[in-house]
């Protein structure tokens, strides 16, 4: 499949906040609209900030008429959804995608919305896994970065120390994935992503580890591992445990589920429910070396 890369931002471009999940108060974004400013940016604040449906940002249907005009409006470049929960697989399907694909524009957030970036995907488009703007005022001067040098066209390279788990070896491919419990609640779906060739990325919060063994399983029972080009796992943060324990950590359990394969495997790299979430272009080719000094994402 050809994946299509939305423009560069440039000086003055508009890039539209509005939330697809969970609801999020006009004082929780001023970082993001001041981030932006610093850019050269422009921030349009959608309508759903500030909206409330129980816990979303709005109603589905407020929430699929914020997303369709900020797709839909010429002068905006750059999506920037607001943060997660949960929510956006709500609105997917009401979604009219047919102007976008004509002119595709940035998406950028994670957690939930990795829904959005698997749809996206497979119609052909590029996505931003990177920081919102619920998190932009605790995130490290390293995530904002990268998230800047992805909308802006810079090159962008990651090299890491070798974690202790880690599996050598070197892969190149297109880097798809996202959330965990995202990729593995869409399996079935339209929106659910193909991995042939390419390189999956998982990160999870909040999660029983009992349950990471389930999706993990789900996603090898689906034929994710077979054809892999490399695994890439961000950060597996605050995991929980029942009274009678799993026995294996996160880490642990992804190991042993994928043990058959030679994919190569990085564990910790600087991305998901962490501060240090740096900015990954999903559907863009990438190279991906594990060796006993470093792990390397280059985006080619």
Known sequence: MNIKQPQSLQQGDLVAIVTTARKIDRPDIQKAIELLESWGLNAVVGKTIGKEDRQFGGTDADRITDFQEAMNNDAVKAIWCAR??????????????????????????????????????????????????????????????????????????????????????????????????????????ESAIKTDDKILFIEDLDEYLYHIDRMMMNLKRNGYFNNLKGLLVGGMTKMNDNTIPFGKTAEEIILDVVKEYDFPICFNFPTGHVKDNRALILGKTAEFIVDKDNTTLTFL
């Not at 920081?131 to 040098?149: F, Q, R, V, W």
Request: charged letters at 15%; glycine letters at 14%.
């Open 84 to 189: 997660g929960g949960y929510g956006t697989v709500r609105i997917l399907d009401a979604l009219d995608f047919s102007k976008f694909l004509m002119t595709p524009k940035w998406v950028i957030g994670f957690s939930d919305v990795t829904a959005l970036h698997s749809h996206i995907h497979n119609f052909g488009i590029q996505t931003i896994h990177g920081l919102m703007p619920i998190t932009a005022g605790n995130s490290t001067p390293e995530a904002i970065i990268s998230l800047k040098d992805s909308l802006f066209g810079n090159t962008i390279l990651y090299k890491l120390p070798c974690e202790s788990q880690n599996k050598y070896g070197k892969g190149k491919g297109k880097l798809v994935g996202g959330n965990l419990s995202m990729l593995y609640s869409l399996l079935g779906s």
